[in-house]
Structure formats: structure tokens, C-alpha cells
């Protein structure tokens, strides 16, 4: 309606329950959302598509260099678990990761990124690619799948699953002979521009809607994790037998 305000405050009087405070917070993302997502209208496609062309690549930079902790390392510091009880751990680690990811969003102002991709939600994308990625990464040692080669075209076949959301098929050599080409990067700028619209509400000054995107990071993150799991567990090596 013209001259509303989203924002304007509404009047004092009780809160009836939890469902006010969602209905709220929608809101104050369905407004932000509309904001954003105006700018980036304005800032043009061109624009747009060389910052998710710039995020891309930088996933692609960071991993090989995400540590990945092998099986003997992961069941040293977690003794007594068994693959199940350790992937757990690992996804309960990684959820809470991601969920935090934003407190360190300043220093997204040292990526170099366009305009039209601001740097806030950059290294948002880029923080919660990198624990998602070592979460892939150690899901496969767990299950006993570790794919061949040296940590390179390993940390490439990571980055393909973490893209197609699948475990590492390692009897199928297209799966792990992973070259960066024009399908690969296709598809892992695809990923990133659904995660970008995903996660427009935390662009807010002072982090308004930081709350909403921890919610959405785990469930997210949550979500990828039980992909993996459920193709890796077809495929599963038993410890004894590696």
C-alpha cells in the first residue's frame, strides 16, 4: 500500500506466543529480501553474475586447503564411536559452524568482489562452503570412502559432491577425476546463487536477521549431511576391512 512502513512499530499491548514473533520476523525478511534484491536488480545481470562467477572460484581456491582429518585422527579424538555415532559428531560440529559463520562476516571488506555481490554475503557463502566442505570431506573417511589421488583432485571431488549434494561414488571415475570445467563450474554457481537468495536476510546492518540465518545455516547443513550419509552408507567400507 503506497506510503506504508514495514518497519513502523506496531502497537504496545500482549504478545499471543511464539507465533507473533515468527510472523514478525518474516516480515522484516520479506522486506529486506525486497530491498537487496532490488539493488541487485539495479546493479544489472552483468554485474550479478561475475560475483557469483568471483565466489565460485574462490570455493574452488579454498579447497584444497580446508584441513581434513583422516579416520585414524577422527577416532583419536572421538574413542569409543562407531561410524554412525562419529558422523554424528561431525554434523552436530558442522551445524554449529555454520550457525556462527556470520560473526565473522567482516572480514568479507578483503574479498575482491564486485558491487553487485556485497561482501558480507560472500564470505558467508564462502565460511559456510569451507565447513561443509571439510564436513564432506571427513563423512567420507568415516564411511571408509576415501576417494583416490593426491589432496588436489581430492578436495575437487569434494567440491563436485558439495555442488551436486552426493557422496563420492569412488568405483565411478567421473566422480573423482573431477576436471574444473565449464559443467562443474556451471553447476557450482547454480548452487551458490540459491544460497545467495536464501540467505538475503542477513545483509541487514547490526546483523537483524542473524538469528533467521543460524536457523537456516543448520537446517541447510543438516540437510546436506543426511544426502551424503545416505550415499555413502550404501557404499560403506568397514574399518576393519580398510
Known amino acids: 500500500m503506497a506510503g506504508s512502513n514495514p518497519f513502523r512499530k506496531r502497537p504496545a499491548g500482549p504478545v499471543p506466543g511464539a507465533a507473533a514473533d515468527t510472523h514478525a520476523e518474516r516480515g522484516r525478511r520479506a522486506s529486506l529480501a525486497a530491498g537487496v534484491g ?30 581434513v582429518r583422516d579416520l585414524a585422527t577422527l577416532r583419536r579424538q572421538f574413542p569409543g564411536l562407531g561410524p554412525e555415532e562419529l558422523a554424528d559428531k561431525l554434523v552436530a560440529g558442522a551445524m554449529y559452524g555454520t550457525s556462527t559463520v556470520g560473526a565473522g ?32 570431506a571427513e563423512l567420507h573417511e568415516v564411511y571408509g570412502l576415501r576417494p583416490p589421488g593426491n589432496a588436489r583432485q581430492r578436495a575437487m ?44 536476510p542477513s545483509l541487514t546492518p547490526f546483523m537483524i536477521g542473524a538469528s533467521v540465518g543460524a536457523v537456516m545455516n543448520r537446517r541447510d547443513t543438516k540437510r546436506l549431511a543426511d544426502k551424503i550419509r545416505a550415499d555413502l552408507r550404501g557404499r560403506q567400507v568397514a574399518w576393519e576391512e580398510l
Open 157 to 200: 571431488a569434494y567440491v563436485r559432491a558439495w555442488a551436486d549434494e552426493r557422496g563420492i561414488d569412488v568405483t565411478v571415475p567421473s566422480t573423482v577425476n573431477v576436471a574444473l570445467g565449464v559443467q562443474m563450474r556451471r553447476e557450482l554457481r547454480q548452487r551458490v546463487l540459491k544460497r545467495t537468495f536464501r540467505r538475503l
Open 38 to 67: 532490488r539493488g541487485l536488480v539495479r546493479a544489472g545481470k552483468r554485474g550479478m553474475g561475475a560475483g557469483l562467477t568471483a565466489v565460485a572460484d574462490r570455493i574452488i581456491a579454498i579447497a584444497p586447503r580446508v584441513r
Open 105 to 136: 562476516v567482516g572480514a568479507a571488506a578483503m574479498l575482491p568482489v564486485p558491487p553487485a555481490m556485497p561482501a558480507e554475503l560472500a564470505a558467508e557463502i564462502t565460511g559456510v562452503a569451507a565447513v561443509e566442505l571439510k564436513l564432506i
